[in-house]
């Protein structure tokens, strides 16, 4: 189910979403003080290509220079990838098939707003950290 969601995605929004992640992670490349930013949004780039079967789930080493990050994210491109995320989420909801993935593109507005200090993993990989955690 996953896979045929994964390329439903791709081809109804996920691909548009995912340059505009580029298009970003360029930009910040631009300049030697953005490149983390620039990292993060083509990691993000990644996950917006195929979202489904991955999570983000915060990052236990990330401190106070990842709060400053997202600040200056949010003002230099989050604001935009996320009104991105919310039109393409509108389109989605159109259709009865469109809604799940409506959803999960609401989903995504989060890390595309504050990403630095999140990562992006499998979901059996989560699950499986959390099941041998030391309690």
Do not use: Q
């Amino acid at each position: 189910m996953r896979i045929l969601l994964n390329i439903i995605w791709l081809i109804f929004g996920g691909l548009w979403l995912a340059l505009g992640y580029f298009l970003a992670g360029i930009v910040m490349c631009i300049l030697i003080i953005t490149i983390p930013f620039g990292i993060a949004s083509f990691r993000i780039g990644v996950y917006a290509l195929w979202p489904f079967g991955k999570t983000v789930v915060d990052k236990p080493t990330s401190g106070v220079g990842s709060l400053i990050g997202n600040v200056i994210w949010l003002i230099l491109a989050g604001v935009w990838l996320a009104l991105g995320h919310i039109a393409t989420a509108i389109a989605m909801a159109i259709t009865i098939i469109g809604i799940p993935l409506a959803i999960a593109n609401l989903k995504m507005i989060p890390i595309s707003l504050m990403p630095l200090g999140k990562e992006i993993v499998d979901v059996g990989s989560r699950d499986r950290a959390a099941w041998s955690a030391p309690a």
